[in-house]
């Protein structure tokens, strides 16, 4: 509800007519007056146009408004009283309405400053954001690879969702994550994760290695000094994959995070670990070593790769998305492509507007 009452406002900012329902108001606000009977005063509805400018129009424009207000007030005053002038009445009413017009500029003033400093602090963050998720090549070795992500609604939607690739010489490793928390903090420890990651891989280290160096990576990370009492209690949840070229046994770690979904033949079933690790960056809850799962992927099957933005969305009446259910039933869905394009658009049907937290998506096909 929140994003349409913005989406309302940034139309009638970006409206050129908008300027015109002002103007109106002081014509009718006059000639009424003009027109009506000595004991009744109009005079005091001229405020509504600066105020109604002020929702849409920026200081300038507000001044304008508030300026013709008090020439408005003025102009009654001539037709009504033509033998005294400015009455008392009159002049209270000018002065209301100039001071009025002067908060009503000082406010859209500093409102301005406002929208323009969140305006560049979200194009940083988006920025940033955007660096660490880099859209996925469609071809990765064997692999047919598409990624989304999504955003939340505009009061949250800078958020540490993440995911990422990378080579070895013999198969293609595989990160989604989703950092706790939102915001530039939250953006600039996936971004770690992500190049921690990809470090790693270029290193050669096994699956266990690497799930115990993006661990490691984070508790560094959190150990830097820091005032936030939200840094000190930041994790991420993460599930690794190692897809081989040439055999299609993968090996899996899930680390506090939702399982993949494998679609094969119409049917969806989760990849279970057989031993969840805990997120990364509880160091002390680290296991010892980090245990592989195993898991089939063949020629032919999609495997579906998710945040928990996609499964707690809600539709209007509090009901979670039924990410698995949906899937066994797009079985015309030609590709990793189609698949995430069905998703997206039966998602936006499904919550009726935007989310309320991010989401990334990645889905995988083995084509050979």
Known sequence: MSQRFADLHRSM?????????????????????????????LG?????????????????????IAFLSVVAQALIAVLRERE?????????????????????????????????????????????QQLALRPLPERIGPLRVASLYLAAEAEAR??????????????????IGDVRGKGMSAVGDATLLVGAFRAAVRARTGMAETAAFLDESVVWNLGEPSDTEQTRETFITASLLDIPDEDNSCGLIVCGHPPPLLLRKGHVAPVEPH????????????????????????????????????????????????????????????????????LRRDLTHHVGGPLGDDAAVIAVERVT
């Not at 800078?158 to 990160?175: E, F, H, N, Q, V």
């Not at 998710?306 to 030609?334: H, K, N, Q, V």
């Open 13 to 41: 900012r970006e409206s050129n007519w908008m300027p015109v329902v002002p103007l109106a108001w002081l014509v009718i606000i006059v000639v009424a007056d003009a027109t009506s009977p000595p004991d009744i005063h």
């Open 44 to 64: 005091p509805l001229l405020v509504a146009a600066p105020a109604i400018t002020a929702s849409f129009g920026g200081p300038r424009l507000t001044a304008l």
């Open 84 to 128: 005294q002038l400015f009455s008392a009445n009159h002049q209270a009413q000018v002065y209301s309405l100039i001071l009025v017009g002067v908060c009503l500029v000082i406010f859209c003033s500093v409102q301005e400053h406002r929208a323009q400093e969140l305006s560049q602090v979200r194009y940083v963050a988006e920025t940033a």
């Open 158 to 175: 800078i958020g540490g969702d993440l995911y990422a690739a990378a080579r070895t010489p013999t198969s293609t490793r595989l990160i």
């Open 275 to 342: 031993l969840p690790a805990p997120p990364l960056g509880l160091g002390e809850m680290a296991p010892a070593e980090y245990r592989v799962d195993a898991f089939e992927l063949e020629a032919g099957d999609l495997l579906v790769l998710y945040t928990d933005g996609i499964t707690e969305a809600r539709d209007p009446a509090g009901r979670f998305y039924p990410l698995a259910e949906r899937m066994t039933a797009w079985t015309d869905c030609s590709g990793p492509d189609a698949l995430l394009k069905q």
